[in-house]
């Protein structure tokens, strides 16, 4: 076999494997998908013997999805977490690009043990702190408050580390050159270097939107009320004591599923790019 054959041949076999794997990783999603056009009765009855309409419907319907909205009111939660996202991904920016802005550029004491603390935020397990964080919220009023959803979680100390790893690839004497024509810090952050770093902040924006679009004990906690809850707890509402509504979870899951992936697609480029540029590899 000549080499060139030996390499089409070897090509053709890793495209063929990642097709497979590609097909085993989303056959769930796609099954979940195909779940949400059939009835709760028929998810049930076509379970077992295993067939081909074990995954295909045999009488495809719209109802699950008609009746999340008439009857259980699914757009409310949605809305409020579309707000929610909407609201945190521009402030986590700022507030992260500033503090790591602060720790790239400038030199100060204790400098080293602060950013190992913001740094180890982000590896904490949330339940060891979600009681404590409860307290506060509780003292200053925000439980069932849009508040206590948005401003816990705007200091990421993850999102803080790919700034950081951003800034410093930044040459010090753009900064230099912007400081001696008379810029302010400020100046210089908002006017040279958030221009630079449109990839990274997508992609902090990318990662802030799916901790929160599917952040569930938090807003369990301190979202109870019906007026600020999120799509994430309003799916416990398909399941009740004596019957669950798998046909009607499907179909809220199916929309939850959709918008991530309609916002994650056109700015998959500039996510790559976010955290290539930054240095994280994984």
């Not at 494997?17 to 979940?32: G, K, Q, R, S």
């Not at 964080?133 to 439980?143: H, I, T």
């Not at 019906?226 to 179909?251: C, G, H, K, P």
Request: aromatic share 16%; charged share 10%; proline share 5%.
């Amino acid at each position: 076999m000549s080499y060139k054959k030996h390499k089409t041949l070897k090509s053709l076999c890793l495209y063929g494997l990642c097709i497979f794997w590609t097909i085993i990783c989303m056959f769930p999603v796609l099954y979940a998908v195909l779940l949400s056009f059939r009835s709760n009765n028929e998810i049930f009855a076509y379970a077992l013997p295993f067939s081909i309409h074990t995954i295909l419907p045999v009488q495809w319907t719209m109802d699950n999805f008609i009746a999340i909205f008439r009857d259980y009111n699914i757009e409310i939660p949605l809305i409020n977490s579309l707000i929610l996202a909407a609201v945190a991904i521009p402030c986590s920016i700022l507030i992260n690009g500033l503090s790591a802005f602060s720790f790239a550029v400038f030199k100060f004491k204790g400098k080293g043990i602060l950013l190992g603390l913001f740094m180890l935020s982000f590896m904490i397990p949330f339940d060891a702190i979600s009681i404590p964080l409860y307290r506060l919220v509780n003292s200053l009023g925000w439980v069932n408050t849009r508040m206590a959803l948005i401003v816990p979680g705007m200091g990421n100390g993850l999102v803080m580390l790919l700034f950081i790893q951003f800034f410093r690839g930044i040459p010090s004497t753009l900064l230099d050159a912007a400081r001696i024509d008379g810029a302010g810090w400020l100046k210089v952050f908002f006017k040279i270097i958030l221009p630079l770093c449109v990839p990274v902040c997508i992609t902090a924006g990318l990662m802030v939107f799916m901790e929160h679009w599917n952040s569930y004990m938090w807003p369990l906690l301190v979202a109870r009320n019906d007026n600020v809850r999120t799509i994430q707890i309003a799916l416990s509402d398909f399941r009740t004591e004596y019957e669950t509504m798998w046909s009607y979870i499907f179909a809220a899951s199916s929309i939850t599923l959709i918008l991530p992936l309609a916002l994650f697609f056109p700015f998959q480029k500039y996510y790559v790019q976010g955290i290539t540029h930054s240095g994280i590899k994984g």
